[in-house]
């Protein structure tokens, strides 16, 4: 999948680009350790069949803003998150990554 760049993206300055529904949206280029990530993100929709998804997500990032009272913190230990970051640099991951991979990192802090 090809992201849509739109430099005009209206997200946070941190943030480089966002996976709605499958449809990556990007301020830029990606790189190819980017662009993994996000299909990582593409997966995990699918298998949560989309709105699963993001009710978990928000759900476990309220979860960890009340826990550890950062922003930062709390969506650097969303279990999605866990695992993108965990894997974005293996070009083969998605090949062999298991269903629902994320769920062995519910509920761990790691930032």
Do not use: C
């Not at 005009?8 to 300055?13: A, N, V």
């Not at 928000?58 to 970051?85: D, P």
């Amino acid at each position: 999948m090809k992201p849509i760049v739109w430099r005009r993206l209206p997200l946070p300055t941190d943030y480089y680009a966002i996976n709605l529904l499958g449809l990556i949206l990007s301020r830029r280029p990606l790189t190819a350790v980017e662009l993994r990530h996000e299909l990582i993100h593409s997966r995990q929709q699918r298998e949560l069949l989309y709105v699963g998804f993001f009710v978990w997500y928000v759900a476990e990032w309220l979860f960890w803003l009340l826990r550890l009272r950062s922003s930062w913190r709390a969506y650097l230990n969303i279990s999605f998150e866990q695992e993108a970051y965990a894997h974005e640099a293996e070009p083969d991951y998605l090949a062999r990554r298991r269903p629902y991979a994320f769920l062995h990192l519910v509920g761990s802090q790691r930032h």
